[in-house]
């Protein structure tokens, strides 16, 4: 073989066995950054959104914005299956290691995605600890894209016009928390109370 080319097979060779060692190695990259910065529900409030959301065995309960996935393991404790989605890797890797000392990973997929492309279809309960504009901009999808029946529970914040079927104020240290619960409506009949999307 000519000397150019052996040397140009050998540069090819360690390139690419670097950029395979680099892949092995590192952390996964973060998708891009969070919309809503990491801050846990304190447990009263998780044990009023399971309660709100009638958390029980035959549910899929999916956390959108999972954090260290405390809703879904509780909701797995009470026997449910559920689904951990977080944009931010690292709370994907805490939720998966405080699943696994709870002993509930099993019943638990992770998934490290942005929630606003997450298939949602099969979940029975959707809880939401985010944002009014992040909510306002899944409503639609909400509506749209569960089954008839599925609860909805959001810790804080509300669904602007789509009024709130409960609304419980919870006490933690010196802060009221508010927890909202809507029920997707039957096809076609539309988020009881809300009129055309009134804010961006
Ligand atoms: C306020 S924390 C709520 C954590 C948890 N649900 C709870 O109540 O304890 C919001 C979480 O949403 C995640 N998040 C923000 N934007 C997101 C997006 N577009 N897709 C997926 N997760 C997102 C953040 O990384 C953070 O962990």
Known sequence: MHTPLLYALIAV???????NAQQATSAPAALRAP????????????????KLGRVGPADIVYD??????????????????????DIDP?????SRKNAQAAGVAERI?????????????DATVVMLFLSSAMNFKLRPRLLAELKP???????????????????????????????????????GA??????APARP
């Open 13 to 19: 060779i360690l390139v690419s066995g670097c950029g």
């Open 190 to 195: 539309g988020a009881k109370g809300a009129a």
């Open 109 to 121: 997929r992770f998934l490290n995605q942005d929630l606003l492309t997450t298939d949602i279809s």
């Open 90 to 94: 690292e709370r994907i890797a805490e």
């Open 64 to 85: 959108l914005g999972c954090g260290d996935g405390r809703i879904v393991i509780a909701a797995a404790r009470r026997g449910a299956t559920g689904v951990c989605v």
């Open 149 to 187: 029946g599925t609860r909805v529970v959001s810790h804080w914040h509300d669904m602007a016009d789509w009024k709130p079927e409960q609304s419980v104020v919870v006490r933690s240290g010196i802060t009221e928390h508010w927890v909202f619960l809507w029920t997707i409506p039957p096809r």
């Open 35 to 50: 919309d809503v910065r990491y801050e846990p529900s304190p447990p009263e409030v998780v044990e009023t959104m399971l």
